[in-house]
């Protein structure tokens, strides 16, 4: 099964576009151990989600005991539900390649976010694992995003051949198009950005994205969702971390966690169009859309 095929078939048995992202930060852990943490967290959430994300640096900053958390995770995650490696590796080369089977073979995450600022053979090694999703970090959630983002391309290349000027986020989405032969290429588009959001998915109609940024970040679920789902009301992942891994910080934690991302897929849910037409099949087409 392909992350896209498992990514669907989660979405539609639980009626839900709501990943949950595990980012424990133990300043604001009601208790102490990591994976007790997010296993209580996975289980009272689990019906309620199409994917967990667990961000690499919460774990890595602790060191081996945080590695050791990291396993006891994903070891916690029942089978039929992915989980996305929020990673954005990007290197060259054999570092590339490293990073790849260190994320899809070593961990066996089945999908991951990675930064494309290395250009396509950078994110080739990852795209390489058919049967893995890679998010392209296209259009970030943070305040600072526009600094390189929002960057216009005026001077038409053969590299850059467009005729009409475009933001680098632009011209990163049509390459990820591009690089999309084996349809398992998607997109990170943050939440905090709509009417960005909205041009993507016209301009990718079929790609999965992912769109973090709702709640703490500022980004507005209905909006997120208005923008980001194609025309089936499915493809676009709502990424909410904190809003629900600290809904509570007594002992009620894993009940009120429940309870912020059943409003959460609710939200999502009352605004998603109506699905008309068959159900998507399979894979992606390949190549751009």
Same mark, same amino acid.
């Given at each position: ?18 990943? @949950? ?5 133990? $300043?604001r852990?009601p208790?102490p ?6 296993? /209580?967290?996975?289980? =009272? ?5 199409? =994917?967990?994300? +667990? ?13 050791? *958390?990291l396993? /006891?995770?994903?070891?916690?995650? +029942? ?5 996305? =490696?929020? *990673? ?6 054999? !570092? ?14 089945? /999908? *991951? ?19 893995? %999703? ?5 259009? !970030?959630?943070? +305040?600072?995003?526009?600094?390189? #983002? ?10 850059? &051949?467009?005729?009409?000027? @475009? ?22 588009? %943050?939440a ?24 703490? #970040? ?9 923008? %980001? /789902?194609?025309?089936? %009301? ?5 990424? $909410? ?34 699905s008309?037409? +068959? =159900? ?7 190549? &751009?859309?």
């Amino acid at each position: 099964m392909t992350f896209r095929e498992k990514l669907l078939a989660a979405a539609r048995a639980h009626r839900s576009w709501l990943c @949950v992202g595990l980012d424990p930060d133990p $300043a604001r852990l009601p208790i102490p151990d990591v994976a007790a943490f997010n296993r /209580a967290i996975i289980e =009272a959430t689990a019906e309620l989600v199409c =994917a967990f994300k +667990p961000n690499l640096a919460f774990y890595e900053a602790l060191g081996l005991p945080g590695l050791r *958390a990291l396993e /006891a995770t994903l070891k916690a995650v +029942p089978a039929g539900i992915p989980v996305i =490696a929020d *990673a954005k590796r990007g290197d060259v080369g054999p !570092s590339a390649q490293a990073y790849a089977r260190a994320l899809f073979e070593t961990w066996g995450f089945d /999908a *991951a976010t990675v930064n494309p600022y290395g250009g396509g053979d950078t994110v080739e090694p990852f795209l390489a694992y058919r049967d893995k %999703g890679v998010f392209v970090w296209c259009r !970030s959630s943070n +305040p600072g995003a526009g600094d390189f #983002q929002d960057l216009v391309l005026s001077e038409p290349s053969p590299r850059v &051949p467009q005729a009409t000027p @475009v933001p680098l986020y632009v011209q990163v989405a049509r390459r990820a198009l591009e690089w999309n032969s084996r349809g398992n290429a998607g997109l990170v588009v %943050g939440a905090t950005y709509p009417e960005q959001l909205r041009g993507l998915r016209q301009l990718c109609p079929t790609m999965v994205f992912l769109v973090p940024g709702v709640g703490p #970040q500022g980004g507005e679920v209905e909006a997120a969702v208005a923008a %980001g /789902a194609d025309q089936r %009301g499915e493809l676009a992942i709502i990424s $909410a971390s904190r809003q629900v891994l600290y809904a509570s910080g007594g002992k009620d934690f894993a009940a009120a966690a429940r309870r912020e991302a059943g409003g959460l897929r609710d939200r999502i849910n009352a605004r998603r169009e109506p699905s008309p037409g +068959p =159900a998507h099949a399979g894979p992606a087409p390949a190549g &751009p859309d």
